[in-house]
């Protein structure tokens, strides 16, 4: 088995699975759609067809922009049974500004030179908008023009061919900074991942995984969709559109299909344990789930104990809820926690934490506090800790998280200078702070500035630049940070800028104005506003932003006001 | 009568939402499409709407088509408490 290609064609030829469910496609106001192994790989093929016929050759980059749906589905698995590099942009939402898109888009194709993109015939107009003379797309594909296929015709296609260490997809987080860093992924590494990370969960044919996740993001691409695929464990797959304005759904469904494995951010957590009404899950069986992984934020113990309270009387087992950390460089898990039993949590000196950086025991009388393990290291992944200079430090010690494995990423696309600086003398650089305690691994904190909000990758110098657009906001008189919210369970953005008027009507209409400025041009929704007058923002003797010292002087001032 | 509903929405979004409790929203500001709202706080403000005035939004309406502004979203209750 080399390729993707060929293990879509032994699961399709294994007796049972042609009429086997690889995916029960849910959308709001709709009857649920079963995808069959047959029906996934005819609907692939007219795509796979259609790229041949424009002439896209196997090797070249193919961006999708479909909505969370059937054609996305078909067209990411078309575009790999041509050999293609299928890579999957979020589609436009209506908060989103069309200018900022384009942008993007543009942004996207400068770095990855893709052959092709893939929309619907509605959207064609907007994406040709983004394109301009002598750039890489020769084509733009709608939904409407495809081939129409009769006959599988596996020798046909041009999928089959590709070598193991080839790229088959690219993986990219969101904004004007993450669309440049396209993680290529080669089918082995793909493979490797999924025969270690399968091993951790005990991953069988009697499991059902039911994800909301959006196919754009790694949990969501990997765990969400092509380990089910093509491990031939059917995916319950319902919109994140659906979810977020009904969580409630994700249990009905899992009651459905009696659900064995699902993935959610932090965030996730406290979300359905606050917003979800007894009335909309009367009934609901939860008991068939074996492990509900916490996973692409830090895990919080608190966050699962309201879980578990919220959904024990439906037969929630707590030792369902297990921990993963997990990026898109190592294709998907790092570690995971020992399915059937709680994941480790470890009381720790919190003065010892911030100013030792040492995971210490807890003393009588000091505050403490409690961090859950993310699990050991997956089979074919090796851990360690370092500190600045790249030295190995010991057990319960906090440094950088560094890692070594056989599914690593081949490097970000067209972007070598990147890809060297992320290795060590062939460690992967996380940019996570952690420690290791018995084996286990905790994830404590970020080197990067990077914020995480429910789940989603948002780089502060975007934020900032888009905040210096504003008139009135001096470049470079901005600052942008995550804050934990401890009620959310995930962090929330601040933005803070500096202005010559010290008039409060003034200062508001200014945040107000880059409070929908920031939203429509990046789709975070921003949370606190502050206007300030000048000499608020500190700087380092470098003159350069210090986001954190900013951070702090933003959290005593909020402190003071309460 | 719509304004005692639009006040108190207007001080659940200030306070809750927005976190800027002097803040004033205008019944005819745009609070869906402008990203004023966010879709986590949508819930929210549908799960507020429904302990305050006893009137449930589904979630297939949580979207601006159904109200984009307080005054539609008041109109929205009123008709609904009837």
Known sequence: ?562 | MTEPIISAIEAYIATQVLKQPSRRIAPDESLISSGLIDSFSLMDLALFVEDAFGVRIEDTELNANTFDTLTQLASLIESRKK
Not at chain 1, 59 to 87: C, K
Not at chain 1, 233 to 256: I, N
Not at chain 1, 277 to 285: N, Q, S, T
Request: proline residues 4%; aromatic residues 8%.
């Open chain 1, 1 to 562: 088995m080399t390729n993707f290609p060929d293990r879509l064609k032994a699961l399709h030829a294994s007796r049972r699975t042609p009429d086997r469910v690889a995916v029960y496609l849910q959308s709001s106001g709709r009857e649920d759609l079963p995808i069959t192994y047959d029906q996934l790989l005819r609907g692939a093929n007219a795509f796979a067809s259609t790229l041949d016929h424009e002439s896209i050759k196997p090797g070249e980059v193919v961006i999708l922009i479909l909505q969370h749906g059937e054609d996305l589905i078909y067209a990411f698995w078309g575009a790999i049974l041509h050999g293609a590099i299928p890579s999957i942009m979020p589609f436009l939402t209506e908060k989103l500004s069309p200018e900022r898109y384009r942008a993007d888009l543009s942004a996207l194709v400068s770095v990855t030179k893709p052959a092709a993109i893939i929309t619907y015939s509605e959207f064609a107009g907007e994406v040709q908008m983004a394109l301009k003379e002598g750039d890489s797309v020769r084509s733009v594909i709608t939904t409407d023009q495809l081939e129409q296929q009769t006959n599988l015709g596996f020798d046909a296609l041009a999928g089959f061919s590709r070598g193991p260490e080839d790229i088959v997809l690219l993986q990219h987080s969101s904004g004007t900074t993450g669309l440049q860093k396209g993680v290529a992924l080669s089918h082995q590494a793909v493979f490797n991942q999924l025969d270690a990370y399968g091993q951790s969960l005990s991953l069988n044919e009697k499991d059902v995984i039911v994800s909301w996740l959006p196919l754009y993001h790694d949990m969501g691409l990997i765990a969400g969709f092509i380990m089910p695929v093509l491990s031939g464990v059917p995916l319950v797959l319902m919109s994140p559109f659906d979810w977020v304005r009904a969580p409630y759904r994700l249990m009905q469904s899992v009651s459905k299909y009696r659900g064995t494995l699902m993935w959610l951010p932090n965030f996730a957590y406290n979300f359905s344990a606050q917003k979800i009404r007894d009335r909309h899950i009367e009934g609901v069986d939860l008991s068939t789930l074996r492990a509900i992984i916490n996973c692409s934020e830090p895990v919080r113990w608190e966050s699962h104990q309201a879980f578990y309270e919220r959904f024990k009387a439906f037969g929630l087992k707590l030792e369902a809820l297990q921990t993963s950390y997990a990026m898109a460089e190592n294709v998907f898990s790092v570690t995971q926690s020992r399915l059937g039993s709680v994941p480790v949590v470890d009381e720790i000196d919190r003065e010892a934490f911030m100013v030792e950086r040492v995971a210490k025991s807890p003393f009588e009388g000091r505050p403490s506090m409690k961090m859950m393990s993310s699990g050991r290291p997956i089979a074919n992944v090796k851990v360690k800790i370092i500190n600045e200079q790249g030295r190995e430090l010991p057990e319960r010690s906090i440094g950088e998280i560094a890692l070594q494995s056989d599914c690593m990423l081949n490097g970000y696309y067209n972007r070598l200078d990147l890809s060297e600086k992320a290795f060590l003398d062939g460690w992967y650089l996380t940019g996570d702070y952690g420690y290791i305690s018995n084996g286990e691994v905790f994830v404590s904190g970020r080197k990067k500035d990077m914020i995480i909000v429910g789940g989603k990758n948002v780089y502060p110098q975007d934020l900032e630049m888009l905040t210096h657009e504003i008139p009135g906001v001096h470049a470079g008189r901005s600052v942008a940070f995550g804050m934990f919210d401890e009620i959310q369970g995930t962090e929330e953005v601040v933005i803070i800028a500096e202005v010559d008027s010290e008039d409060a009507d003034e200062q508001q209409k200014i945040a107000d104005a880059i409070r929908l400025h920031v939203t429509k041009n990046s789709a975070i929704a921003l949370r606190y506003v502050k206007v300030v007058s000048p000499k608020w923002i500190l700087k380092t003797s470098s003159g350069k932003t210090a986001r954190s010292a900013n951070k702090e002087k933003f959290l005593k001032e909020l402190e003071e006001n309460k």
